[in-house]
């Protein structure tokens, strides 16, 4: 059987010099990744993604100092071990919460890359699904806080290129979101558009909120508030028309449990960068099934984020929508394996290789060093 050989984790930053994307968790200052290296003992790779969690270098050393040397040696295959080893030891007690899933995370990905590579086939295939085409909506760090009539310009470009949904981000303020939202609105009358908060509003908020969504037809409301504060998702899921997103914020089944049971969200948008992987994903997608909810993941920061999601939803019951980052700048999305996953008329679908089918180009990883310290800076 092949055994882990080698896991090697590194931290590359790309810095915005000029134009910020502005958004509810403050400007975007720089680009962050996390890639996780898995080597066998034959010389098969895998490659993984763990999000930054806006500390880039410090998960870079979690992933590869504490979780990677608990497997070395371990059944390159047996995936669900190792995530219930790593869980026991790293997770549950004594680790470091959120941050050793999100660890967890990006070496979960590099094993099912690994995995495809060495039984030569597609993650898709192995997750018991087929190739697709999935719709697919703009997303990713775009569409931020601007005069309506720039983010106009920017959303007809993006419907030029084939979407029929996007998601702008508002939790700037009530008023100036729904001037934002109303306009996109009324220039596009039969675009989907979903409505990102990023965590920023209170439930203070919520007559102003819900009185743009409902009538501007929104797609979806995300993440309105803090992900500890169910009670206030499961009263606005009551009160509302408007599907509830959220997610993104939210670590292991455990965590989604009590999201479906208190009746929070009707989209779910787990991260197989964050919430534990393809492995964990999946059990949540499905779980997420029993209530009738749809899956909507979210895509991270790199081209490894990107397949992981669609190789899952093309093996998902329940599979909603792709979110395709459309940042204007994003080397480890467009560069670091060649431009081979692309939404084109408006859906994307899998590569028929094994594994996600990326090769990943490290010269492109060696050019951008990281930067220390935290990505988003508030109040700019």
């Given at each position: 059987m092949p055994r882990i050989a080698e896991l090697h984790a590194s931290a590359h930053s790309r810095p915005f010099?000029?134009?910020?994307?502005r958004l509810g968790l403050g400007a975007n200052t720089k680009r962050d990744c996390v890639v996780v290296r898995i080597t066998s003992d034959d010389g098969t790779v895998g490659w993984g993604e763990a999000h930054h969690g806006q500390n880039p270098t410090a998960m870079a050393e979690i992933v590869e100092k504490g979780l990677g040397s608990l497997i070395l040696g371990a059944d390159a295959l047996d995936s669900e071990g190792i995530w219930a080893r790593l869980s026991r030891q790293q997770v549950v007690t004594?680790?470091?919460?959120a941050g050793s899933v999100i660890a967890l995370s990006g070496i979960d990905l590099a094993l099912w890359d690994l995995r495809g590579k060495l039984m030569g086939q597609p993650v898709y295939?192995?997750?018991g699904g087929a190739p697709r085409r999935i719709r697919a909506y703009a997303g990713g760090l775009s569409l931020g806080?601007?005069?309506p009539e720039a983010l106009e310009k920017e959303v007809h470009a993006l419907v030029a290129d084939g979407y029929t949904a996007i998601k702008l981000r508002v939790g700037d303020h009530p008023r100036r979101d729904a001037e934002r939202v109303g306009h996109?609105?009324?220039?596009?009358?039969?675009?989907d558009i979903a409505v990102d908060a990023a965590t920023r509003y209170t439930p203070l908020d919520l007559p102003e909120v819900l009185a743009y969504c409902e009538r501007h037809r929104v797609y979806w409301l995300e993440e309105p508030f803090t992900p500890d504060n169910l009670r206030a998702y499961a009263d606005l899921a009551r009160r509302t028309p408007v599907p509830i997103a959220g997610g993104e914020n939210h670590y292991t089944r455990q965590a989604f449990r009590d999201l479906f049971t208190q009746g929070c969200v009707s989209i779910v948008q787990a991260d197989c960068t964050k919430a534990?992987?393809?492995?964990e994903v999946r059990k949540i997608m499905d779980m997420a099934g029993a209530w009738h909810l749809h899956a909507a993941p979210h895509t991270s920061h790199t081209v490894i984020s990107t397949a992981a999601n669609v190789h899952l939803l093309c093996a998902l019951s329940n599979a909603l929508i792709f979110e395709a980052d459309v940042a204007t700048i994003n080397p480890f999305r467009t560069d670091l394996a060649g431009d081979v996953y692309r939404v084109v008329d408006g859906h994307i679908a899998p590569l028929d290789r094994p594994g996600f089918g990326i090769d990943i180009d490290p010269a492109v990883l060696d050019a951008h060093p990281a930067i220390p310290g935290p990505c988003y800076i508030p109040g700019n």
């Open positions: 010099p000029g134009e910020k994307v004594h680790g470091l919460g295939r192995l997750l806080f601007k005069p996109i609105r009324r220039a596009f009358p039969d675009l534990g992987g393809i492995s």
